[in-house]
């Protein structure tokens, strides 16, 4: 399974136009791409920051799909104010779920960056080590990490049910995260929490 995440540096005013446009333009026609498997989009409504990410069952489809994608993916980060989207292909390393998002839930993402030699062993790590002791954290509902084979990098997503429950967790994550990085020999590069606006994924469980 693939992923190709599009972030963009919205202006704060301009999110929810973003989000209408994503759900009522990009989904339907995402929906009739071959190998397409869905579509999430998480916003931070303060600093404007927001990432569109879809799934695939291959990297051949992901690929295959960037050609028709490409004019309105430019066009929404136009209309929310960033002309230059950070584009990032991934594989999905890891995607465990205890149940589906509700209505307010919210994403904490940690962007961090191994060896790519270690990278393997960092994805051992998050399976054996992450995953089960964030299934015991206030409200958790899913958990995913996402790779770069190349250059190391991967980013992990964390959904809870809501803000509450992610504000709760706060210092027990981060806790955590100090702990399991050292662990998998990763240097954190950047935490933020997000608004999780669209919920679209039809990722099957991969532990």
């Given amino acids: 399974m693939y992923a190709r995440s599009t972030m963009i540096n919205a202006t704060p005013a301009a999110v929810d136009a973003g989000i209408a446009q994503v759900r009522d333009e ?7 791409i071959d190998g397409c498997i869905g579509l999430s ?14 799934a695939w069952q291959s990297e051949e489809a992901m690929r295959a799909s ?17 002309p230059s989207p950070d584009i990032q292909e991934w594989e999905i390393a890891v995607l465990h779920r205890d149940h ?14 191994v060896e790519p030699e270690n990278l393997d062993r960092a994805i051992d790590v998050y399976k054996m080590a992450s995953v089960p002791r964030l299934e015991d954290l206030a409200g958790f509902c899913s958990a995913s ?3 770069d084979r190349v250059s190391g990098r ?8 809501s803000q509450e429950a992610m504000d709760e967790n ?16 990763a240097v954190v590069l950047d935490v933020g929490e997000f608004e999780l606006a669209i919920a679209h994924l039809r990722v099957p469980e991969l532990t």
Avoid: F, H
């Fill in 145 to 147: 990490l996402l790779v």
């Fill in 26 to 32: 990009v989904m339907p026609m995402m929906q009739e």
């Fill in 154 to 161: 991967a980013v992990s997503s964390v959904t809870y049910d």
């Fill in 66 to 82: 960037d050609e028709a994608l490409r004019p309105i993916r430019n066009r929404i980060a136009e209309t929310m104010g960033d």
């Fill in 170 to 185: 706060r210092e027990a994550a981060a806790s955590m995260r100090a702990a399991t990085t050292k662990d998998a020999g």
């Fill in 41 to 54: 989009m998480i916003v931070d409504r303060e600093s404007g920051r927001c990432i569109a990410t879809s």
């Fill in 100 to 113: 589906r998002s509700v209505a307010g839930a919210c994403v904490r993402a940690t962007w961090v960056k």
